[in-house]
């Protein structure tokens, strides 16, 4: 089993850049694929970024894909996600994700372990 806790949320203005941080507890967590969904006001969950737990791959929705880095510090059982170019449209509650030895379809992945989310908004 695994907690996550996400930090390094806030306000900033589009086109600015915020690094979210997520803390992992729990043993073996090199062994887990880990990644980031993000929620809007009144709509769905959705999937973000994804690390696949060899560390050999990553995934990303369309919307940030040359903008946002997923990337993970195992000796820290730490996962971040650095987000340049912000737009108003990644206003959202992020959450980062785990699940043990994941190899399925990253973009239809239902994490097993999701920690409390932590707001981004960015202004225009």
């Known amino acids: 089993q695994v907690q996550l806790v996400e930090s390094g949320g806030g306000l900033v203005q589009a086109g600015a850049s915020l690094r979210l941080s997520c803390a992992a507890s729990?043993?073996?967590?090199?062994?887990?694929?880990t990644g980031w969904f993000r929620q809007a006001p009144g709509k769905e969950r959705e999937f973000v970024a994804a690390?696949?737990?060899?560390?050999?791959?990553?995934y990303y929705a369309d919307s940030v894909k040359g903008r946002f880095t997923i990337s993970r510090d195992n000796a820290k059982n730490m996962v971040y996600l650095q987000m340049n170019s912000l737009k108003p449209e990644d206003t959202a509650v992020y959450y980062c994700?785990?699940?043990?030895?994941?190899?399925?379809?990253?973009?239809?992945?239902?994490?097993?372990?999701w920690g409390q989310g932590t707001q981004v908004t960015v202004s225009v």
């Open positions: 994700v785990a699940e043990q030895f994941y190899s399925g379809n990253y973009y239809y992945w239902h994490p097993r372990y």
């Open positions: 729990g043993r073996f967590f090199n062994n887990y694929a």
């Open positions: 690390l696949s737990w060899s560390g050999s791959s990553t």
